[in-house]
């Protein structure tokens, strides 16, 4: 994969602080800035996040990463998943 592909294969999840906090912590829920900023520590992705979506002049690209919460990751995972079977299946027919 090139490294847009790769990148958008990851998500950001920022959700509730609390909730969220407990199924993903030390920055896990940062995921995708995480891939643009491998060497930014895990205490800062949050902050970086928000910069990034206020201050990117075309933000398109890093918001196709954004995801309201762990369900709406889960099933958008599911369907992309279901969609990729679907093209393979057809393309091997």
Same mark, same amino acid.
């Given at each position: 994969m090139?490294?847009?592909?790769? !990148?958008?294969?990851?998500?950001?999840?920022?959700?509730?602080?609390?909730?969220?906090?407990?199924?993903?912590?030390?920055?896990?829920? !940062? *995921?995708?800035?995480? *891939?643009?900023?491998?060497?930014?520590?895990?205490?800062?992705?949050?902050?970086?996040h928000?910069?990034?979506?206020?201050e990117?002049?075309?933000?398109?690209?890093?918001?196709?990463?954004?995801? @309201?919460?762990?369900?709406?990751?889960l099933?958008r995972?599911?369907?992309?998943?279901?969609? *990729?079977?679907?093209?393979e299946? @057809?393309?091997?027919?």
């Amino acid at each position: 994969m090139e490294f847009t592909e790769q !990148y958008l294969d990851s998500v950001n999840i920022p959700g509730n602080p609390l909730f969220t906090t407990l199924w993903a912590p030390v920055g896990l829920r !940062y *995921h995708a800035t995480h *891939h643009l900023f491998p060497a930014l520590p895990y205490h800062a992705l949050g902050e970086a996040h928000r910069r990034l979506v206020r201050e990117l002049p075309d933000n398109t690209l890093y918001l196709q990463t954004l995801r @309201t919460s762990l369900w709406d990751a889960l099933r958008r995972l599911w369907r992309e998943s279901r969609e *990729h079977n679907r093209r393979e299946h @057809t393309a091997s027919a």
